[in-house]
């Protein structure tokens, strides 16, 4: 079956330190996208790419940064400088040029900081 | 900047009709989607209107009126699994980035 997976489903983050959230595709998308999602708050876009080797920053990149070395791969570094990264992570992906752009998100990673 | 706004909470009862409204400021404009997302779950595209008028997909449509910057999402013959919070979101002046409102959540009582 085709989807977006996301691991781990819970993840805890210690003082100082940097975690790696997981996002694979095999829709075969050329876009991903990564969101931020507080308690009762819509989505906030972090980063996307829209091609391999090639991403840009969102609306709140500060304190993350993100890697596209394979299509179907789209991490997220969740660094120390993020002070306040207690949030629920969502991962996107979507085709390009067909004008529609339905986005297909993964189930999600909730971080949680020790 | 952009800017969506939609109402925080609306409440109906199974067998209605509920509309959840979306007003939208942005500098740019390819579209409007609605999602839906359960409690602790993901968003799952609902509708998508890239010109003015009404998309129907069965108990769910959608309006669209670019003049205006406002759409709607509109469910019929509620039932309770459509408890949960409903999302507007567009693309805007970046084609390539999508902006969401800060979602409705409906309360679907029997």
């Known amino acids: 079956d085709g989807g977006i997976t996301q691991s781990p489903k819970y993840l805890f983050r210690k003082e100082g330190q940097n975690v790696t959230l997981s996002c694979e595709q095999n829709?075969?998308?050329?876009?991903m996208y990564w969101y931020r999602q507080d308690p009762g708050q819509g989505l906030r876009l972090i980063y996307y790419s829209q091609i391999v080797n090639d991403f840009q920053k969102g609306d709140i990149a500060e304190g993350y940064s993100v890697s596209r070395e394979k299509k179907e791969s789209f991490p997220l570094t969740v660094t120390s400088a993020q002070k306040n990264p207690t949030a629920f992570y969502l991962c996107a992906s979507s085709m390009t040029g067909t004008g529609r752009e339905t986005q297909y998100f993964g189930p999600g990673t909730r971080l949680l900081v020790l | 900047g952009q800017s969506l706004e939609q109402p925080s909470e609306v409440t109906a009862v199974e067998g209605a009709i509920v509309q959840i409204n979306c007003t939208y400021q942005?500098?740019?404009?390819?579209?409007l989607s609605w999602y839906q997302q359960h409690d602790g779950g993901a968003p799952t595209f609902l509708s998508y209107n890239g010109l003015d008028g009404l998309e129907e997909t069965g108990r769910f449509s959608s309006f669209l009126s670019r003049s205006d910057s406002y759409g709607y999402l509109l469910l019929q013959e509620l039932q309770m699994k459509d408890s949960a919070s409903y999302f507007c979101a567009v693309r805007g002046d970046n084609f390539n980035k999508f902006y969401f409102g800060s979602g409705t959540k409906l309360n679907v009582k029997p």
């Open positions: 829709l075969n998308h050329d876009a």
């Open positions: 942005t500098s740019g404009f390819y579209g």
